[in-house]
């Protein structure tokens, strides 16, 4: 770390999340579908999900992410693909759109609908509890539960008077600066995973030490059975939307020193 000068992860954070351009990001979404009868009539819900509605983005540049769900799919029937397809070619009628990755991202250079909003394209989870179903793009199935990571993350930060979600920003501020620096590699530290980590540190901690407090609890844990802040999901596995144990004890090692 000789020679590297990092800003301190811990500043004041003054960023807010903005209802307004969330809102309209889902107006837009909404006028789009319906200009077309493609989609039939079929029942969908939108909402948002990531770090501006969760409010942990720390500028303001970050993506806007909306959940674009297909109600009640039928089994063996009409269900994600074909979901996915028709909502591909509905909104190809306004925009050049492509699948990503996860999302369904719109290319439309000089608008701010195309250059900030991310679309995920899934139908609601049969199990229950408010989960949504889709798959990446080598067709793998991931099942997450995006409403109850928000709901969850919000009582903690009550309980802790602020101090989780200042701990994620501040998290997602070092890890920008490490990346950087090149002590880690681009996406080796997803947002989403480092919150769910920081979930798992007690409350205390945040009302006695914050940050640097957490970092340290989890330095010392046993991190392979830790789930995700939803409650459901399990951080660590094989599984596309999972970590490793180990690159995640190399990143809280990263962060450490910042």
């Not at 819900?45 to 909306?66: H, P």
């Not at 991202?105 to 899934?122: H, K, Q, R, T, Y």
Request: glycine share 12%; aromatic share 8%.
């Amino acid at each position: 770390m000789v020679g590297l000068v990092l800003e301190s992860p811990s500043a004041p954070e003054l960023w807010r999340p903005d209802p307004y351009l969330l809102s309209w990001a889902e107006g837009e979404l909404r006028r789009a579908l319906g200009r077309s009868s493609l989609l039939g009539g079929r029942p969908y819900e939108i909402f948002g999900q990531g770090s501006r509605v969760n409010n942990t983005a720390i500028e303001d540049g970050s993506d806007i992410d909306l959940i674009l769900m297909l109600k009640a799919p039928v089994a063996g029937g009409y269900g994600w693909e074909e979901f996915r397809d028709d909502v591909l070619a509905t909104l190809a009628e306004s925009y050049s759109v492509r699948m990503g990755r996860r999302c369904l991202n719109v290319d439309d250079p000089g608008s701010l609908f195309g250059e900030m909003v991310d679309i995920l394209v899934a139908t609601e989870f049969t199990g229950g509890d408010q989960g949504v179903f889709f798959r990446d793009l080598e067709g793998r199935p991931i099942v997450n539960f995006p409403k109850r990571h928000r709901r969850n993350g919000d009582a903690k930060d009550l309980r802790t008077g602020g101090g989780f979600k200042e701990a994620v920003r501040a998290a997602k501020r070092a890890k920008k600066q490490a990346e950087r620096a090149g002590l880690i590699a681009a996406g080796a530290a997803p947002s989403y995973l480092l919150e769910c980590l920081l979930y798992n540190v007690p409350d205390d901690v945040y009302r006695a030490a914050s940050y640097r407090g957490a970092l340290e609890w989890l330095r010392g844990c046993e991190l392979d059975g830790l789930p995700c802040q939803n409650g459901i999901n399990r951080i660590f596995g094989p599984g596309p939307d999972q970590w490793a144990p180990s690159a995640a004890g190399t990143i809280i090692d990263v962060l450490q020193q910042i």
